[in-house]
Nanobody, 124 residues
Framework: QVQPVESGGGLVQAGGSLRLSCAAS????????MGWFRQAAGKEREFVAG????????RYADSVKGRFTISRDNAKNTVYLQMNSLKPEDTAVYYC?????????????????WGQGTQVTVSS
């Protein structure tokens, strides 16, 4: 069993940047795709970004394209989410999760192992 552990959240002003990290506790993330999701208060969990096992294929929600970048370092069993030009509407708890497949999906039920989440708050 693998347990994703997120870090890097915090409070930032609009227009600022944050880098989230997701490290594997227990077994590795290989050879699976990984994803980042977020859940704002009172809203459903939504897909943010995904990356395949090799790291060469990524996908993003339209709301974050051009601002967020997902990457992974398989040697370190870590996945990252670089978030730039943050907006107040990006405020949410951000979750890292492991896909059941090697290609990232965008549906919550395609992911089997989830972290506890890290809070990101963007002030206006």
């Amino acid at each position: 069993q693998v347990q994703p552990v997120e870090s890097g959240g915090g409070l930032v002003q609009a227009g600022g940047s944050l880098r989230l990290s997701c490290a594997a506790s227990g077994r590795t993330f290989s050879p699976y795709a990984m994803g980042w999701f977020r859940q704002a208060a009172g809203k459903e969990r939504e897909f943010v970004a995904g990356i395949n096992w090799s790291g060469y294929s990524t996908r993003y929600a339209d709301s974050v394209k051009g601002r967020f970048t997902i990457s992974r370092d398989n040697a370190k069993n870590t996945v990252y989410l670089q978030m730039n030009s943050l907006k107040p509407e990006d405020t949410a708890v951000y979750y890292c999760a492991r896909d059941r497949n090697s290609v990232p999906g965008s549906a919550v039920d395609e992911y089997d192992y989830w972290g506890q989440g890290t809070q990101v708050t963007v002030s206006s």
